[in-house]
């Protein structure tokens, strides 16, 4: 699918090569107003400064031109400025998933900053921000729901009094600046992200407005309802329906798995067209891995087969690297396989005892470190030098140190946890120099570290299927969008042949 110009160059374009695009803020085709893309984004700029309630709406333009199957985002006057700024780049490049899922969230703002709505509004309210003035991402808004924002990392605040926030999931990329002092609107999110958000940030409860998966409520007129992201623990994708426009699907971080398919209201959702705001993070064909069922079942397989022969098993340290929340799928499947206990700290325990686990798995989970061999740690500790120093401090209880990194950057690149030899593994477990299929091993004397491919994202086959299943009007990336070429080219790479 080829691109053609919106506000600033982005856009794809339809059959007779005009400009196809949306204003993020009225929803109206921006062809219908100029033929220029300065008079494109002089109609942007007056709707974002209309949503702040600074000055009277535009007039309607003539009729709107036909919808289009696909587009993206128009690119906004200020976003060649936002995007030069670090916080404003893309995040998920290959080994920087801990760092964004780890990240400090952003302090409280000091001095007045731009509203991504338009105009200016007081820091200190809870909301942290860029430097200098607006950093708007069009993603993050709702066509045809005035005052809604989705996910709006260092900007928490920064929208007019009473906005309306959602929270897809408790990640650092996306609850980023938010803090105590937050009273800028109320935060609609799952219950067990509610939890998150008061429990770690001190967000206080009369901000927050949990709702259950598959159970619409309105807001401000607007039917929303949240439904299963499969990516970490409490995460959600929000369906959006408008009065008499179409409905909106943002699937803040998501795995779109098959079980998706058997989702009622998205079944619905699909036969109406939706405005698809997809999760790019692996949208590149070298991103393909197995069904995270098959790599949590090859992570026990590795153990059995390597470690449990001759009272090896018991002599093996076992770590597990995972982040704040999200990876639980990995250590409790070989919890259960193996009838071990889990060590996690004291702390780890606390945001665990937030999740809604089973019974059975929370029983499983101990904070005394003598009781089991099997001990979860920050991703960021299973590096090779990491591993040898926690097995000279452990005073010779064991002879050997296994840790596995489950990550979907395994799948791609030459990616070193810390050196050693490295060889990539087969499903079968057969060392391979040539065939990528269940990640990487990598060995220095006693320390041994397996990079599995187990993802919370989806990869590039899985995003294709779901996007030819869902069958959307309109696809807006919402990772690695430049509002140009690069967002054009995910679009036409997720729809060629559909």
Known sequence: MAAAGGVGGGGAAGNDGDPVAECPVCGRALAAFSGTAAGRAAHVEACLDAAAGDVAP?????????????????????AREAAARPEARSTKEEGAESAKEEGAATPPAKRARGSWWGGHVRGGAGGGGSRGGRAHKPWRLVPGAPGFAVDVAGDWGRGRPGASYFLTHFHSDHYGGLSETFEAGEIHCTPVTARLVHGRLKVAWERLRPHPLG?????????????????????????FEPPGRRPVLHTGDCRCCTEMRSEPLLSLAGGRRVS??????????KYDFPAQADAVAYVASVLRREYSAGGRFARTLVLFGTYTIGKEKVFLHAAREFGRRVYVTREKRAVLDLLDLAEADARVLTTNPAETNFHVVPMMHIRMDNLQERLRAEGGRFDRVVGFRPTGWSVAGKGSAGGGDQATLT???QLSRSVRSMGKRQSRGPAVIYSIPYSEHSSFSELREFVRWLDPA????????????KAAQLVESLTKGS
């Open 215 to 239: 159970v619409p409520f309105i807001v401000s007129g607007v039917r929303c309802t949240f439904l299963d992201a499969h990516h970490c623990p409490g995460s959600a994708m929000v369906l």
């Open 58 to 78: 535009p007039p309607p333009g003539p009729a709107a031109c036909p919808a289009r199957r696909f587009f993206v985002q128009p690119r906004l006057p200020f």
């Open 427 to 429: 499903s079968t477990g």
């Open 276 to 285: 698809l705001y997809l999760d790019t993070t692996y949208a590149r064909t």
């Open 474 to 485: 309109e696809i807006v990336p919402t990772v690695g969008n430049d509002c140009g070429p």
